[in-house]
T-cell receptor, first 112, second 115 residues
C-alpha cells in the first residue's frame, strides 16, 4: 500500500522565520511530488511540484526532493501569518503517474 | 491553471436520499477525479472519471454508491446514493491538466451534511 507520511503538527514558527515541512513516501516508483496549501474551509491550492532530485525554488518557497531517501520537503522563507494553513504533500505514482496519494497534512501556524 | 466550479457548494440532506454534485471546467481535460475529505482528514480518491469510458473506482468505493458520469471533456457528476451520516464530508473534483506536467487542480468542494 502506498503511503505518504507527514508530521501532523501543529508547527509554529515566528513571523519572518523559515518553516520546514517534511514528507516521506513508501513507493519507490513515485514520479512526481506536489505540495498543496489548504486554508480552513477551502480546497487545496497547488504551491509547487517537483520531479527531479534537488531543489526547486519559486519565490519564498523551495521544494527539495531526494528519491534515494524517499523524502520531499517544502521550505517557506520569510514566513508570514498568511502562510498559516495545512500543507498537504501528494505523490503521483501508478500507471501514467496520475493518481495522487496524499499525506494527512502538516498544520503550520506563523506567529506574528 | 484550470478554473473549476462545483454545484452545490453545500447541502444538508436526509439519510436515504441521493445528491448529485456537478463539476465544470473551463477547458477540455482528459482526466477528472473525485475525492472525499472527511472532517479533519486528508483527501481520499474515490474514482477517476474518463470521458468515453467507465469510471475507475478505488478500493472501498463502488459504482452503486457513487455513480459517476463524464459526458464530455469539461463536465462530470458524482452522485452520493442512499446517504447515511457517515457520508458527511467534503467532496472535491479535480482535473489533471494535459499541460504543466499533469498537475491536478481542485474545485472549491461540496460540503455535505447528512442528518
Amino acid at each position: 500500500q502506498k503511503e505518504v507520511e507527514q508530521n501532523s503538527g501543529p508547527l509554529s514558527v515566528p513571523e519572518g522565520a523559515i518553516a520546514s515541512l517534511n514528507c516521506t513516501y513508501s513507493d519507490r516508483g513515485s514520479q512526481s511530488f506536489f505540495w498543496y496549501r489548504q486554508y480552513s474551509g477551502k480546497s487545496p491550492e497547488l504551491i509547487m511540484f517537483i520531479y527531479s532530485n534537488g531543489d526547486k525554488e519559486d519565490g519564498r518557497f523551495t521544494a527539495q526532493l531526494n528519491k534515494a531517501s524517499q523524502y520531499v520537503s517544502l521550505l517557506i522563507r520569510d514566513s508570514q501569518p498568511s502562510d498559516s494553513a495545512t500543507y498537504l504533500c501528494a505523490v503521483a505514482s501508478g500507471a501514467g503517474s496520475y493518481q495522487l496519494t496524499f499525506g494527512k497534512g502538516t498544520k503550520l501556524s506563523v506567529i506574528p | 491553471s484550470a478554473v473549476i466550479s462545483q454545484k452545490p457548494s453545500r447541502d444538508i440532506c436526509q439519510r436515504g436520499t441521493s445528491l448529485t454534485i456537478q463539476c465544470q471546467v473551463d477547458s477540455q481535460v482528459t482526466m477528472m477525479f473525485w475525492y472525499r475529505q472527511q472532517p479533519g482528514q486528508s483527501l481520499t480518491l474515490i474514482a477517476t472519471a474518463n470521458q468515453g469510458s467507465e469510471a475507475t473506482y478505488e478500493s472501498g468505493f463502488v459504482i452503486d454508491k457513487f455513480p459517476i458520469s463524464r459526458p464530455n471533456l469539461t463536465f462530470s457528476t458524482l452522485t452520493v446514493s442512499n446517504m447515511s451520516p457517515e457520508d458527511s464530508s467534503i467532496y472535491l473534483c479535480s482535473v489533471k491538466t494535459d499541460w504543466e506536467g499533469g498537475t491536478q487542480y481542485f474545485g472549491p468542494g461540496t460540503r455535505l451534511l447528512v442528518l
